[in-house]
């Protein structure tokens, strides 16, 4: 019987061709742990083959050894060692084929002779995760002619194979994870820029006469949530708020379109300050759109005169604001009619509503996404829920109203998934000097 030292890492095999005992030693079950330790030290595919072939070469009377994968239906040799001249000539291409695919459906270690008295010894290099194979290749071996491979041999091999399979699976993992963390990386990257963009497109900078604060996420604008303010002379502030009917990379590139429309559309007063005329215009100005896609908007469009304290405001299908007094007293914003969505009909009709509004006032406009999931309270549905959260917030600063609002809506997650994706836009009606 031959035994290994267990602390020393490198095999001492010169003796292995001795008769094993009946069962598995621990000796020999401690070298092959520390085989899998120095697999786990190699970052490579390529390394771990040859640590393989080479251990086998030490432990086995082998004239030859290969490891070949199959990645794309053809064959390809990663590494091997020893005479490949004269293995090359027992196999062609599609016997070669033929043999891996047959080894691979084995699962288990293959002894064959070839060309009548040519031994090979194949070994497929498979692992297991969950109901799916994963194949990493197949080890080929040539030993010499007076080789017999018994119980015990034949045991440890599989060990060590396994060993290195679980290892190259690890690498496979390790490496899905990397493309994982790049690719979360580039997505939060057109994230914040996707986001940048429209904000700058937004009228951030050119829109003084109201105050405003505005609960977002980095998903908003992939989410289709749209919002855009703009000053229009001395006491005129015009408000989109809107949600294009569709999610991802669309609804971004339609929310682009929508807001460069608009800040064309402001120059043309005599339709920016008739808010069913701009509905009407962006209705048929995305009907190519809307015909091609089958995607609609929401939108609710606003044009507040500071001085007279009133807002006139027409309706596509969008929620209507929540309106909180200056003794913070919530109610809706209603419109006399509210139209179907823009991209439903061509010829629709909008209409206006006016409302006197106070000063100090505040006026919410929620997507209707944030509504629903404000409004799911463990398994009841109370949509008197949020308003009465807007009353307790309402004597608060904008941007604390902002903040607290964020906040409770994580903080419910009976009803509110906390990173859920969100938009709400906060305007305030100035006290006139």
């Known amino acids: 019987m031959v035994t290994f030292p267990m602390k020393q890492k490198s095999f001492r095999m010169s003796n292995m061709l001795a008769e094993l005992n009946s069962q598995i030693n621990l000796n020999l079950l401690s070298e092959a742990l520390l085989l899998s330790n120095d697999f786990e030290k190699l970052n490579f ?7 393989l072939l080479n251990t086998l070469q030490k432990i086995l009377p082998l004239k030859f050894s290969s490891f070949v994968e199959k990645p794309l239906d053809s064959l390809k040799v990663i ?50 995760n969950q109901d799916k194979s994963i194949v990493h290749g197949m080890i080929v071996l040539h ?35 990397e493309k994982y963390t790049k690719l979360k990386d580039q997505i939060e990257a057109e994230l914040s820029l996707t986001a940048k963009l429209q904000k700058s497109m937004s009228g951030v900078d050119s829109c003084k006469k109201l105050l405003f604060s505005v609960l977002e996420d980095e998903y908003s604008t992939f989410n289709g949530n749209i919002w855009w303010l703009s000053d229009l002379g001395a006491d005129i502030s015009l408000v989109l708020f809107a949600q294009v009917l569709c999610k991802g990379a669309p609804a971004a590139m339609l929310g682009g379109f929508l807001l460069g429309e608009m800040n064309s559309l402001k120059t043309k007063a005599e339709i920016s300050l008739q808010p ?33 304290r009133k807002v006139r405001f027409a309706n596509a299908n969008h929620p209507d604001p929540f309106l909180i007094g200056p003794e913070q007293q919530v109610s ?24 006197f509004i106070s000063s100090g006032s505040r006026l919410v406009i929620c997507t209707n996404d944030l ?5 799911k309270i463990g398994n009841r549905y109370d949509p008197g829920w949020l308003p009465q959260v807007l009353e307790t917030l309402g004597s ?24 859920s994706s969100r938009l709400a836009l906060l305007l305030e009606i100035p006290f006139l000097n």
């Open 45 to 51: 595919k390529k390394d771990i083959a040859a640590l």
């Open 79 to 128: 590494c091997q060692s020893g005479d490949s001249n004269s293995v090359l000539n027992l196999f062609n291409k599609e016997m070669s084929e033929k043999i891996f695919d047959w080894v691979i459906g084995q699962k288990q270690l293959a002894s064959l002779t070839l060309a009548g008295k040519q031994h090979f010894i194949f070994i497929p290099l498979i692992d297991q």
């Open 143 to 177: 030993p010499n002619s007076n080789f017999i491979l018994n119980r015990d041999l034949n045991t440890f091999i599989n060990i060590i194979c396994k060993v290195a399979g679980l290892s190259m699976t690890k690498l496979l993992r390790n490496d899905d994870s």
């Open 276 to 308: 069913k005329e701009v509905l009407k215009h962006l209705n048929r100005q995305f009907n190519s759109v809307f015909k091609s896609t089958g995607i609609t908007f929401n939108a609710w469009y606003g044009v507040f005169n500071i001085e007279a």
């Open 332 to 355: 809706n914003l209603i419109s006399k009619e509210k139209s179907k969505s823009l991209g439903i009909n061509l010829d629709s009709n909008f209409v206006e509503t006016e409302s």
């Open 371 to 375: 509504l629903e999931q404000a409004a």
């Open 396 to 419: 608060l600063s904008l941007s604390e109203m902002r903040n607290s609002l964020d906040s409770i809506l994580s903080e419910n997650v009976s009803g509110t998934v906390p990173k």
